[in-house]
């Protein structure tokens, strides 16, 4: 029994009641491609200055949630929002990271993907211009291609910070797209979890910025794996995706509305590329498994508790929500301490995690309900809530 908080700022009683889902392997092949994007495990002993200084990372740990995954079927999206790229997160640590997962995945015998984020954090020089910017994407392009990775290139805070038009958008993308070693995959961040991205693709208007995206692919569509949407709007990634050329793939990146996307319209559904993948990890991979035998019911049943889990998690400030990710894998287990880069686990309050605690267990998220119970006893009596 635990005595967790609410948002009105009551204490209630609460015991756990879910029956944790199994971890397995799959037995059939998904009819969906799942990315999960995962976050980093910060070594907590070594970590200094949190604010300032470069994060420590616990490899072994990172590694090993990475397995858990990959032994689930899942696919590994890297180095991206996730694990909080630009938020806690630099570079060198970044390319570090992409090379690791990359030896990794190729041991694992059921031989997972990797997709590895590419931006523009790790130019020396100010980028003031589009030449600048292409230059600081090309660097850590060739950097990532050498590891064998996929590209995705992730929507960069240098586009809005110059002001820069649909031209200059062109001017980049075009390039990258046409000078890549393999297909690519596009990400168009929503200012929901990144403000700086306001008005990405050189407009504020989504159906114009939607235009310019879907021109773009249409230039070299054998060039585009797919696109990654993380703009929370089920009516505009349903819209976008029925106007994609042939074999370009719509990765959702939508984790209010993950479960209907995927499962599809009838006429067109979408691929994954999720944060919350790899939080529910177990409820996803079993979710595909269904949907792939073509057991639409088993499919809902198991992803449906998993949506109230997820809106929480990414409530807004969306931007926050790593914390939530790292606050389920220290529950279950993955990581020895709950501490982030950058500190970022004080980004969301006690509430907000007595919440998520309530949906995981009731998604049967806590894998180990015991040790669950006890980590959470710990954070709750750090905030003052004695559980007598």
């Not at 008005?199 to 794996?225: M, Q």
Request: aromatic fraction near 8%; include cysteine; proline fraction near 6%.
């Amino acid at each position: 029994m635990l005595t967790l908080p609410t948002p009105d700022c009551r204490l209630e009683p609460y015991a756990i009641g879910g029956t944790p889902l199994a971890v397995r392997a799959p037995v059939t092949p998904f009819t969906r491609t799942a990315f999960a994007a995962a976050h980093v495990v910060t070594d907590a002993l070594a970590q200094r200055d949190p604010w300032d200084g470069s994060p420590a990372i616990d490899w072994d740990a990172t590694l090993a949630f990475r397995h858990w995954l990959w032994d689930q079927g899942l696919h590994l999206a890297e180095a991206m929002d996730t694990a909080q790229r630009g938020m806690g997160l630099d570079w060198p640590t970044a390319r570090e990271l992409i090379g690791r997962s990359t030896r990794a995945a190729r041991a694992h015998p059921l031989r997972p993907r990797i997709a590895a984020g590419c931006g523009t954090d790790g130019a020396t020089g100010p980028l003031s211009d589009r030449d600048a910017i292409l230059a600081a994407y090309v660097m850590q392009a060739e950097a990532i291609e050498a590891t064998g990775a996929q590209l995705i290139l992730m929507a960069s805070r240098a586009f809005t910070a110059i002001g820069a038009a649909p031209d200059d958008y062109a001017y980049v993308y075009r390039r990258l797209i046409d000078q890549a070693a393999e297909p690519v995959i596009l990400h168009w961040l929503g200012e929901a979890f990144d403000p700086a991205l306001r008005g990405y693709w050189g407009s504020a208007d989504v159906a114009a910025a939607t235009d310019f995206v879907l021109a773009l692919i249409a230039e070299n569509p054998a060039a585009v794996d797919g696109i990654k949407i993380s703009l929370l709007d089920r009516a505009q990634e349903e819209a976008f995706r029925a106007r994609l050329p042939a074999g370009v793939r719509l990765y959702t990146g939508d984790d209010f509305n993950y479960a209907d996307l995927i499962a599809g319209d009838g006429q067109h559904h979408s691929d994954a590329l999720l944060g919350i993948f790899a939080a529910i990890a177990p409820a996803a991979s079993q979710a595909l498994q269904a949907l792939a035998a073509g057991d639409m019911a088993t499919y809902h049943r198991l992803l449906a508790p998993t949506v109230p889990l997820s809106r929480e998690i990414f409530r807004a400030p969306t931007r926050f929500y790593k914390a939530g990710i790292a606050f389920l894998a220290w529950l279950n287990g993955h990581q020895p301490a709950f501490a982030m880069p950058g500190g970022f686990q004080s980004s969301r309050d006690i509430t907000h995690y007595a919440a998520v605690f309530r949906l995981a267990d009731a998604a049967g998220l806590l894998g180990d309900p015991d040790l669950a119970l006890r980590r959470m006893r710990v954070l709750l009596a750090l905030h003052g809530i004695d559980q007598g």
